[in-house]
């Protein structure tokens, strides 16, 4: 699935096509994804003009001069092709702008979705609730995650994939970020001490960032809206290298957590 570094390569590569332009055509090719696609979107964004991009968590918002926001959530194999030759099966939303550009949003599995929000409104949207802080925003630091996690039993690795303590982190990173902050996944969240906490968020906060100037990691399906694919997957230090040896002179080892393969090192992550 996307991760947030995805999300964010997709929304910056739709940026130049989309913003500030006028949308002349918007078709939904079928009347939903994972759930049911707006039936007034064709309605409400045709005409418009997109005034801005933006992430939240996983999720892409595009603006409108109208008032609504567009939010696409790319699933497990969702993404946005630029200019396409010529349209799929597959392409379930397809918008052409003022100045002839066209833009498809392809999701074979359709596990994506499609919401149109009054932007006004966004902070109540049902997913975006219980968000807790984005992991690249001065909201979450050292601080703020020991306050978090004072008093929780569960491991370390799965409170940084419950989206109500911080936004938008998945699986790749979370391992990449406990390995490169030498902390154990399964250590309990409440037990990390301040200074380990400072280490980790700074880990996340390089990690993402390097992600997304790298284009994300492209895992099957996923690909930038340009159609190049990420190469962060070749910076992975811990995931998907189960049995290499780690930098410390280590192994890395697999285990399944919650039906989630972590990738670590029992040597240097303690």
Not at 16 to 22: I, W
Not at 42 to 66: F, H, N, P, S
Request: overall charge positive.
């Amino acid at each position: 699935m996307p991760e947030l570094p995805e999300v964010e390569t997709t929304v910056r590569g739709l940026e130049p096509v989309l913003a500030g332009r006028r949308l002349v055509s918007v078709e939904p090719r079928r009347p939903d994804l994972r759930r049911p696609i707006p039936a007034d979107l064709r309605q409400r964004l045709t005409g418009a003009m997109v005034t801005g991009l933006g992430r939240r968590a996983k999720y892409g918002l595009i603006d409108t001069d109208r008032g609504d926001t567009l939010i696409f959530h790319l699933g497990m194999s969702g993404r946005w092709r630029l200019e396409p030759d010529e349209i799929g099966k597959h392409d379930h939303l397809v918008i052409q702008t003022s100045e002839g550009k066209s833009v498809a949003l392809n999701d074979p599995r359709r596990f994506g979705s499609l919401d149109l929000i009054e932007t006004a409104a966004l902070d109540q949207f049902a997913p975006f609730v219980a968000l807790g802080p984005e992991p690249l925003g001065p909201d979450f630091s050292p601080a703020y995650l020991k306050g978090a996690l004072t008093g929780r039993k569960g491991s370390i690795k799965a409170l940084l994939l419950d989206q109500r303590v911080v936004a938008g982190l998945g699986n790749i990173y979370v391992c990449e970020a406990l390995h490169q902050s030498h902390i154990a996944p399964g250590t309990a969240g409440g037990r990390i001490r301040i200074a380990r906490l400072e280490r980790l968020v700074l880990a996340i906060k390089e990690i993402l960032q390097s992600a997304i100037e790298a284009g994300g990691s492209s895992l099957r399906d996923y690909a930038r809206p340009d159609g190049e694919l990420g190469y962060f997957f070749k910076s992975w230090r811990a995931y998907g290298r189960e049995g290499e040896p780690c930098a410390c002179g280590g192994q890395i080892r697999r285990r399944v957590d919650g039906g989630r393969s972590t990738f670590y090192c029992p040597q240097c992550q303690h």
